[in-house]
C-alpha cells in the first residue's frame, strides 16, 4: 500500500563487490563457521607434494564442536568427483558396490539416500581408487589424508592432513559493517 499522495514508489538496492578481509565470516554446508584470521599470499600458504597450494585452512577444534562429520565427508568425496576413478582399476574393491552403480552409463550421476547412503568402507575405496596426478603419485591416502609442506621453509609437516575440496560460504558479517567506535573512559 501506498501513503496518501504518492502515485509510484521505487526502491533501489545497491549491489556491491568486496574482496574477503580479516574479520569477515565464512561458512560451510555443515554448520562449520568461523572469522577470517589472516590472508597470506599464496606463496606462504601450505602446499601439496605437486606443488598445489592449500586456499583455506580450517580450524581442528570446528569438528569437535560442532559435531557432525558432513564436513570430512565433502572433503573426501570432493576428491573423488574432482579427480574421477575407474571402476576396472580395483576390481577387488569394486565387487562390493551395488549392482546398479557396475552398471551405470560411463560419466552418470548417481546420488545415494541421506542417511542410507555410501557406506565407509566404500568411500575408502572409492578414496583409494582416485587418479593419480600427471606425475603418477595418488595425493590423498585411503583415510583422505594428505602430507603437506610449510610454504614459508619448504619442510613437511610432521602429520598428515584432511584436505579436500569443500563449499565455503562468504557470510553476510562482513567486518567493514562492524566498525565502531568508543570514547575511552570506564566500562559502565
Known amino acids: 500500500d501506498l501513503p496518501a499522495g504518492v502515485n509510484e514508489l521505487v526502491r533501489v538496492y545497491v549491489a556491491q563487490k568486496r574482496k574477503i578481509s580479516d574479520g569477515d565470516k565464512l561458512a560451510g554446508r555443515h554448520g562449520n563457521k568461523g572469522v577470517i584470521g589472516k590472508i597470506l599470499p599464496q606463496e606462504d600458504m601450505p602446499f601439496m607434494p605437486d606443488g598445489t597450494p592449500v586456499d583455506i585452512i580450517l580450524n581442528t577444534h570446528g569438528v569437535p564442536r560442532r559435531m557432525n562429520i558432513g564436513q570430512i565427508l565433502e572433503t573426501h ?62 595425493m590423498v591416502d585411503a583415510d583422505g589424508k594428505s602430507q603437506l609442506f610449510d610454504g614459508r621453509s619448504g619442510e613437511p609437516f610432521p602429520y598428515p592432513v584432511t584436505v579436500g575440496y569443500m563449499y565455503i560460504l562468504k557470510l553476510h558479517h562482513l567486518v567493514d559493517d562492524k ?10
Open 77 to 138: 568425496l570432493g576428491w573423488v568427483a574432482k579427480a574421477g576413478w575407474n571402476i576396472e582399476g580395483e576390481p577387488e574393491w569394486a565387487a562390493n558396490l551395488p549392482e546398479g552403480m557396475r552398471s551405470a552409463p560411463r560419466d552418470s550421476i548417481v546420488a545415494t539416500p541421506v542417511f542410507d547412503g555410501a557406506r565407509e568402507n566404500e568411500l575408502q575405496g572409492l578414496l583409494g581408487a582416485t587418479l593419480p596426478n600427471r606425475d603418477g603419485d595418488v
Open 179 to 188: 566498525i565502531h567506535a568508543r570514547s575511552t573512559g570506564p566500562y559502565s
